[in-house]
């Protein structure tokens, strides 16, 4: 099953997105995946194919300033949760998804959160992997240096920060094959590291927590937590609380796995993923 890369221009801001086509005929509800900081949507690589061959259509973006996407100037484009939020909803808009599964993981990943807050009718259900959901997550030290005055500057622009976090969030070391594509936007232009660091400056986690934790308590859809537990970042006890504070959501705990549980355990999500995406319209 071959992923195809597809690029769409909307509102005057390019889009690179990931796609797979479903494998036969199928009436199951297409499924967007988001990926975190520092990433893109190649952390999908392994769970993109196997949606398709369960006859369910997925698309991958990576966000705006991140990957192969656009990287505007923050003059241009706010970095904001609300400017990520608008962005996404004409991109969603301009791919004609009017309802489908939702999976978030990782920090911008709880921008995919408020996304499905502000159009729930949109949102079939709701699949969370180590994203931040409570007002008790922060943004790692790790992460926050990245936003420092000069520091930061200076950080943004070493292609390798991407291998430092990516396999300090795993506890695993990621295959070159792999950092390699992760490395690229990096490598390319110093455009990326501007997007990071405006991204961690405009975050505003402490707000967007507040809209998440109050916002999901109103929330009747199904979630589905799936949550790596030696994550350094994001403790399960988060999960297990917003677990225990919403309606019809049900908390799976992954021994064994950190902050980016697609990387290395991609099977192991799997086995609870594919089955409650399997949705048709009429559910």
């Known amino acids: 099953m071959s992923i195809q890369e597809h690029k769409i221009t909307v509102n005057s801001l390019e889009w690179f997105y990931r796609e797979v086509e479903p494998i036969g005929q199928t009436d199951l509800l297409p499924v967007l995946l988001l990926h975190g900081l520092v990433s893109q949507s190649y952390t999908w690589r392994n769970i993109l194919p196997a949606l398709a061959k369960q ?8 966000w705006i300033g991140y990957g192969f996407s656009s990287k505007p100037e923050k003059r241009d484009f ?20 009017e309802r489908f599964s939702l999976v978030v993981q990782g920090f911008l990943g709880s921008v995919g959160l408020q996304y499905a807050l502000r ?14 959901i409570t007002s008790a997550a922060k ?11 000069l520091a930061g500057e200076m950080m943004t622009q070493d292609p390798l920060l991407v291998d430092r976090t990516l ?13 390699d594509v992760y490395r690229k936007p990096y490598l390319k232009s110093s455009s990326s590291g501007r997007g990071l660091l405006a991204t961690i400056r405009n975050l505003q986690l402490s707000s967007a927590m507040n809209e998440i934790e109050s916002g999901f308590k109103e929330w009747q859809q199904p979630i589905l937590i799936q949550w790596g537990m030696i994550d350094p970042w994001l403790s399960v006890d988060m999960a ?9 959501a049900e908390l799976i705990k992954l021994n064994n796995v950190g902050h980016y549980p697609q990387e290395h355990y991609h099977g192991t999500i799997l086995e609870d993923l594919l089955p409650f995406v399997r949705r048709t319209n009429n559910k």
């Open 55 to 62: 006859g369910t259509r997925a698309i991958a973006p990576d």
């Open 78 to 97: 706010a970095y904001t949760p609300d400017a990520f939020i608008t962005a996404l909803s004409g991109f969603i808009k301009a791919l004609e998804l």
């Open 119 to 132: 159009h729930p009718e949109q949102i079939a259900n709701l699949a969370i992997i180590n994203t931040p």
């Open 139 to 149: 943004l790692p030290w790790k992460i926050q240096q990245l936003g420092l005055p």
């Open 167 to 179: 396999e300090g969030g795993c506890r695993y070391v990621i295959e070159d094959k792999d950092l």
């Open 240 to 248: 297990q609380n917003f677990a225990d504070s919403v309606a019809n």
